[in-house]
């Protein structure tokens, strides 16, 4: 979402004594500014505000949300600073949140004295929630001595002996030496180390894995049912292709595979990849497939260039926080005539430019649905679906009723100059027939 920085002011200083006025005081520095978590209906408002604002058409559907329950969600044990001092301090997926018996009872054992030293070494403890009550622990300590170890080793035998509900645990540590975080953007290499447990996680009652390591919302409810949420959205035909970009564990294509003739995911990270060709091993129809790499232009006329990628795909862009579309995808992906694109993001202003992008394409905006994954967080993204534009409206030449990516393209493009005297779609009300559609 957009970051409202004020800005200083750039007016030159005067100088009080020449102009006979006795010196003012230093101002005083500024107290800290304590931000509020917007409320659901706040988030409501804004997005509302934002779509009569920037004239976005098509149907703006029923926000998608579940109540987040705490045990499904991922809790921390953290160090912080406070100048000198050291502090472990429990930080929740969202405020308001009350904390596991599980967190509560490992925070409460690290005050005890013979975890002194391991508590002293210890950085975070990341507790990842499978999504039915059990977790999976990351400790990132930094062991070196024999004290320290021995308080690892203690303190795995504890969560053994007393805590059913922790599935695995891993030491871990990274290089450089920073605090780890599975949505970090800075480059780390991480090493995990198993004292318990298998490297793979359960999603849920999916059947559907993921590596320890790899990204998910930090809130698990909402995001577990997403994928039936997308099928209800798009009503794909068991005959089409599915194409999930920046895929993460390819959550959403597995949980999809069987509505589909084939499903693709992509990723450019190895806990992706590990993620991803485990689900594809697992995979009841055989129909999954991985590709390492990153969403580039030059990837589309490749990948769709085979004939045996020909067919009715559906592209599905779930763009990490803050981050466009590389150069040049969106003009590729269109040339690759999929019969829907989905594009998923949290940041209005790209959406508000790739929606353009896709239009300049011949490709309409008809669905977007708003979604609260993480409730009590704050944060939201929208789900946009668009679909080729047949009819014309855009002023674009109307695209064959063939299969999508057999669709010629228009032969002149508009100038910028003629583009005035096109008609262009714009949508205030919807009409009968846009309702029906």
């Given amino acids: 979402m957009r970051n409202d920085f004020r800005k200083r002011s750039n007016t030159p200083r005067t100088n009080n004594m020449r102009q006979g006025k006795e010196p003012t005081e230093a101002p005083k520095p500024e107290k800290p500014v304590s931000r509020t978590v917007p409320t659901f209906e706040d988030l409501k408002h804004q997005l509302t505000a934002w779509v009569e604002n920037e004239h976005v058409p098509g149907k703006f559907q029923a926000w998608y949300t579940a109540d987040a329950i705490p045990e499904h969600a991922d809790w921390r044990i953290i160090k912080t600073y406070r100048g000198q001092q050291e502090n472990l301090s429990i930080e929740a997926p969202a405020r308001n949140m009350t904390a596991p018996e599980l967190v509560t009872q490992v925070f409460e054992q690290l005050k005890k004295e013979h975890l002194h030293i391991f508590k002293k070494a210890l950085r975070q403890i990341w507790f990842r929630a499978v999504g039915d009550g059990n977790f999976a622990l990351l400790v990132q300590v930094n062991l070196r001595g024999r004290f320290s170890a021995h308080g690892y080793k203690t303190f795995i035998e504890f969560l053994q002996r007393t805590c059913p509900e922790v599935i695995s645990c891993h030491h871990i540590q990274c290089m450089p030496d920073i605090t780890f975080d599975p949505a970090g953007t800075t480059p780390v290499k991480v090493e995990a180390k198993s004292a318990f447990g298998s490297d793979f996680m359960p999603i849920g009652d999916t059947g559907i894995s993921m590596h320890v390591l790899d990204w998910t919302p930090r809130i698990k409810d909402a995001w577990i049912g997403l994928p039936a949420r997308i ?207």
């Fill in 231 to 437: 099928e209800s959205a798009i009503h794909p035909n068991r005959e089409d292709s599915f194409f999930e970009f920046y895929s993460g564990s390819s959550f959403v294509s597995a949980s999809l595979a069987s509505r589909f003739k084939k499903v693709v995911s992509m990723d450019c990270r190895e806990y992706a990849m590990l993620s991803s060709r485990l689900n594809a091993r697992n995979a009841i129809d055989e129909n999954m497939k991985f590709i390492r790499g990153h969403v580039e232009q030059e990837f589309f006329s490749k990948f769709f260039g085979k004939d045996e990628n020909e067919g009715r795909w559906t592209f599905y862009f779930n763009l990490p926080a803050g981050e466009p579309l590389a150069q040049g995808v969106v003009q590729a992906a269109a040339m690759s005539r999929p019969e829907r694109i989905l594009l998923q993001t949290s940041d209005l202003e790209i959406a508000l430019r790739t929606i353009k992008q896709f239009r300049n394409e011949s490709y309409m905006l008809r669905k977007s649905i708003p979604l609260y994954l993480e409730a009590g967080s704050g944060k939201f993204e929208v789900l946009f679906l668009f679909v080729p534009d047949r009819a014309g409206l855009l002023g674009q030449n109307p695209a064959q009723k063939t299969h999508s990516r057999n669709v010629q393209r228009p032969q002149e493009r508009i100038s910028r100059q003629n583009s005035a005297k096109n008609p262009h779609f714009t949508q205030g009300s919807p009409t009968f027939k846009q309702r029906k559609g």
